[in-house]
């Protein structure tokens, strides 16, 4: 299954990244999860640099990103995907405890494919995850031009 592309779930909480990946883990999807702590490793993943220098350059099939992180906040996260051509169509999925509107009206602002505020109950945030990983890994439809793969001559 090579064909299959990553999840890139980018959170600084021990607990909520625990939580995800277990109802990531429990949805069984075949996809690896990549997991980040904050903003500037994720980039450093997306552009294989740094630390993921040596990675094969598949791009992830979402990036869960967080909204309040370290370093690089998910907003400038998504919008520094949203200005390089090769990541710009990369689906991303602000995953996020800010009920903030103007969280939610930038984000869109900047291109995110969906913002989804972390249900407190437990039950609800990993079913919510669940079908976030379901819907985006499995039945979303990329573009017909992206290959997944970053392209070198870009």
């Not at 959170?11 to 990531?24: F, G, H, K, P, V």
């Not at 995110?112 to 609800?124: A, G, I, R």
Request: charge should be negative; proline fraction near 5%.
């Amino acid at each position: 299954m090579a064909d299959l592309k990553p999840i890139l779930l980018v959170e600084d909480s021990a607990q909520d990244a625990e939580l995800t990946l277990a109802a990531l883990k429990k949805c069984q999807l075949c996809n690896d999860v990549v997991l980040v702590r904050d903003g500037s490793e994720a980039l450093d993943y997306l552009h294989c640099r740094g630390a993921y220098a040596g990675r094969e350059k598949v791009l992830p099939a979402v990036v869960l990103l967080d909204l309040k992180m370290p370093k690089i906040d998910g907003l400038e996260v998504l919008e520094r995907i949203r200005a390089d051509a090769t990541l710009r169509h990369t689906p991303v999925v602000m995953l996020t405890s800010s009920r903030e509107e103007r969280d939610l009206l930038r984000s869109y602002e900047l291109g995110v494919n969906s913002f989804v505020v972390k249900p407190v109950d437990f039950k609800e945030f990993f079913d919510a995850i669940r079908e976030l990983g379901m819907f985006w890994a499995v039945l979303n439809e990329p573009p017909p031009a992206s290959t997944g793969q970053r392209d070198e001559s870009a």
